[in-house]
């Protein structure tokens, strides 16, 4: 909604076999949603989905600034 948004990279580049594969992530692999953008970040307890949930992550927010985000959970 407002403010920095959630960063994420696509599955098909985390080596989920390392132990701190986070650490081997390139700058440039590294995607940005769009204020505004709506998106459905599946994680691994999604049915069907194991060991692919959505690696994401909230990016620092400046002191003066802030962040508004709107989340929902789905219970199963």
Known sequence: YAAECTQFVRNNIV?????????????QSIETLRCGDVALLKGDGWPNN??????????????????????LDFVH
């Open 15 to 27: 080596d989920r076999k390392k132990e701190n594969w986070a650490e081997d992530m390139q700058p």
């Open 50 to 71: 194991q060991y692919k949930g959505m690696v994401h992550r909230s990016p620092k927010v400046a002191k003066e600034s802030y962040r508004l985000l709107l989340t």
